[in-house]
């Protein structure tokens, strides 16, 4: 079964800093697509950034961007230039193929402070 | 755009007690799954439907059932309740055929169980 594991359940960053959430997995799945979602106060899943397995260029989003380590099974997470609007907790998962379930690490809270 | 729309958004009932989640996806998108977060946890999956079939099955309990209709909404039908189930219970939906089959969360329904 696959696996995936936050190790950080809690980060703090100074607004306009950077800084970076891990998460590491377990497949032996060769081709699957990997997440990072961010719960805020309401609650609501909101997907941050998606990396596909068999691409090997890490993804990025405006001030988000990943480190992808396909053979370490790595999936860091950058967030630059943090802002008061990213503090909420950060969830990894991992999605085998098409139409599969979504598995979840623990989550990371981040706070950014003023 | 529309998005997934979870009925109700909050839902107190006593031990022992029946419930009942709605869920409506996207339109056209024809897979639906349902996910339980506990209190500082992260997001459980619990199944889904493709086409108003059931297409996995995780840790839901044989307390629960769900169901996919003909107009692709879903149903998640609790029966006896215990306080553990007291939980955000999130739906998502996808369809297939999206280059990344990405998962739609709805914004949850709120179950607490006195």
């Known amino acids: 079964a696959q696996t995936v594991t936050q190790s950080q359940p809690e980060m703090s960053v100074q607004e306009a800093e950077t800084v970076t959430l891990s998460c590491t997995y377990d497949t032996s799945e060769s081709d699957y697509y990997l997440f990072w979602y961010k719960q805020p106060p309401s609650r609501q899943m909101i997907l941050v950034i998606r990396q596909e397995a068999y691409k090997q260029q890490n993804a990025t989003e405006n001030r988000f961007s990943v480190n992808f380590q396909k053979a370490a099974k790595s999936f860091s997470l950058k967030i630059s230039d943090s802002q008061l609007g990213d503090a909420a907790m950060y969830f990894c998962a991992y999605r085998w193929t098409s139409g599969s379930r979504l598995t979840f690490g623990e989550g990371t809270q981040l706070t950014v402070n003023p | 755009a529309a998005g997934v729309i979870q009925s109700p958004r909050h839902l107190i009932k006593e031990k022992r007690e029946t419930a009942t989640l709605k869920c409506y996806p996207i339109p056209r998108h024809d897979t639906v799954y349902w996910y339980q977060q506990g209190p500082g946890q992260d997001p459980q999956f619990l199944i889904s439907?493709?086409?108003?079939?059931?297409?996995d099955k995780g840790s839901i309990p044989d307390r629960f059932s769900a169901q996919q209709f003909s107009d692709y909404h879903s149903e998640l039908n609790m029966s006896s309740l215990e306080l553990g189930d007291s939980a955000l219970y999130f739906c998502a939906s996808s369809r297939d055929g999206d280059r990344y089959y990405e998962q739609y969360f709805g914004p949850g329904t709120r179950l607490t169980v006195t």
């Open positions: 439907f493709y086409e108003k079939m059931q297409s």
